[in-house]
Antibody
Framework: EVQLVESGGGLVQPGGSLRLCCAA?????????MSWVRQAPGKGPEWLAN????????YYLNSVKGRFTISRDNAENSLYLQMNSLRAEDAAVYYC???????????????WGQGTMVTVSS | DIQMTQSPSTLSASVGDRVTITCRAS??????LAWYQQKPGKAPKFLIY???SLESGVPSRFSGSGSGTEFTLTISSLQPDDFATYYC?????????FGQGTKVEIK
């Protein structure tokens, strides 16, 4: 079964850091671009960052550039998001998502994890 | 950034109804548009890409159309499993942005 499982969310104070992890299984992880997407309560999803199959290219949403870092370990079938200088507005459910390999689909997300909640509060 | 606007925000319908949701882009995105379905407490599910192509396993009662700046998602005969929130997403240019959602609720 194709699966993504996130972990690492929790309560953090403003200015603090968290590292999210996503464990992939059921597919050849190293063949896919991967992304992080978040969703604040009652809002639409918001794409944050993606990373190429070999980690050689990474792209970020402007509002998280310089604070968040996406990385991957293909040997461990894992995706990571290091989040620093967290703000109240970063509070959301964070999803790991697989980018579709269908060329005609462009940058879309065909498999999502169950999400991990990040709360930023003092 | 390309802004995606969906209408209506909420739609009340009955089982068997034909339902149409609209998504507008702030600039032309050709057919670089996807649709997702999300149920409460769950992750979004990929339904449609390239504006009108169904993802594998998605029932044929779902269809998409449009190009440029205006797109529609149609459910030909609403089923109990279809009550959910639907999001459009543009994949024309970075950053990849989503609409605010359309909730399809039971009338």
């Amino acid at each position: 079964e194709v699966q993504l499982v996130e972990s690492g969310g929790g309560l953090v104070q403003p200015g603090g850091s968290l590292r999210l992890c996503c464990a992939a299984s059921g597919f050849t992880f190293s063949n896919y671009w991967m992304s992080w997407v978040r969703q604040a309560p009652g809002k639409g999803p918001e794409w944050l960052a993606n990373i190429k199959q070999d980690g050689s290219a990474k792209y970020y949403l402007n509002s998280v550039k310089g604070r968040f870092t996406i990385s991957r370990d293909n040997a461990e079938n894992s995706l990571y998001l290091q989040m620093n200088s967290l703000r109240a507005e970063d509070a959301a459910v964070y999803y790991c998502a697989r980018n579709s390999e269908i060329a005609a689909a462009g940058n879309t997300f065909d498999i999502w994890g169950q999400g991990t909640m990040v709360t930023v509060s003092s | 950034d390309i802004q995606m606007t969906q209408s209506p925000s909420t739609l009340s319908a009955s089982v068997g109804d034909r339902v149409t949701i609209t998504c507008r882009a702030s600039q032309s995105i050709s057919t670089w548009l996807a649709w997702y379905q999300q149920k409460p407490g769950k992750a979004p599910k990929f339904l449609i890409y390239k504006a009108s192509s169904l993802e594998s396993g998605v029932p044929s009662r779902f269809s998409g159309s449009g190009s440029g700046t205006e797109f529609t998602l149609t459910i030909s005969s609403l089923q109990p499993d279809d009550f959910a929130t639907y999001y459009c997403q543009q994949c024309n240019s970075n950053p990849w942005t989503f609409g605010q959602g359309t909730k399809v609720e039971i009338k």
